[in-house]
């Protein structure tokens, strides 16, 4: 079953913008994980934000986290062309429970 | 340094035919496995995860089964492939009793024919 919808499925924007995904989920979490993924390849760990976290940051990256409202977004900012990928929600029921992934949003960034 | 390795990259079955695919990991010890699937344009399906040599759990009723003979090797089989069974399948790994992003591997494209 999937837990986290990314919303939205798709996302074009020109290059210097910034890039908000949101992901929604449905039962309570220990985190929430975001992924990229170039075409045709595997998935690379983003950022990881715990449920006792609000916000977290890493390079061009902010994720934010609503336990309250089961959400999160995950915004890039300063997009450039090499951001465009799918990029997928996970969640973390409790520990040693697999990941159970989002739809995905799909990002374009034209140069 | 941590590695994982996945093959083949690509892979081309007639209906019926059996399959295995391969993952391995190095550089770590007693790591959680995972296989996922993943349909074209679609999210990441869970099929197979392990915690230890041997355990295997199960998520979704199929002709597929997965096993770990040894700690860094988890394997996908199938004794007769169906059309439904193409997909990306994608090998991960995580360290840990949680709170971890995971590592996959590079992804095996299956077409069944």
């Known amino acids: 079953s999937q837990q986290g919808e990314e919303d939205p499925q798709a996302l074009s924007i020109q290059e210097g913008e910034n890039a908000t995904m949101n992901c929604s989920y449905k039962?309570?979490?220990?985190?929430l994980q975001w992924y990229r993924q170039n075409s045709g390849r595997g998935l690379v760990h983003l950022i990881l934000?715990?449920?006792?976290?609000r916000e977290k940051h890493s390079g061009r990256l902010r994720v934010t986290l609503d336990t309250s409202k089961k959400s999160s977004s995950l915004l890039i900012t300063a997009s450039r062309a090499a951001d465009t990928a799918s990029y997928f929600c996970a969640t973390e029921s409790s520990g040693n429970t697999p990941l159970v992934f989002g739809k995905g949003t799909r990002l374009s960034v034209i140069a | 340094s941590q590695t994982i390795h996945q093959w083949p990259a690509t892979l081309v079955q007639p209906v019926g035919s059996p399959l295995s695919l391969e993952c391995t990991v190095e550089?770590?010890?007693?790591?959680?496995l995972y296989w996922y699937r993943q349909a074209a344009g679609r999210g990441l399906q869970l099929l197979f995860y392990s915690v230890g040599i041997g355990q295997i759990s199960s998520e979704v009723p199929q002709n597929l089964s997965a096993s770990r003979p040894q700690d860094r090797q988890f394997i996908l089989s199938s004794k007769k492939l169906l059309l439904s069974d193409s997909g990306f399948y994608l090998c991960?790994?995580?360290?840990?009793?949680?709170?971890?992003?995971?590592?996959f591997g590079s992804g095996t494209r299956l077409t069944v024919v």
């Open positions: 934000i715990r449920s006792n976290e």
């Open positions: 039962t309570s979490i220990n985190n």
């Open positions: 991960a790994w995580v360290t840990g009793t949680g709170g971890y992003g995971y590592t």
């Open positions: 550089g770590t010890s007693n790591p959680n």
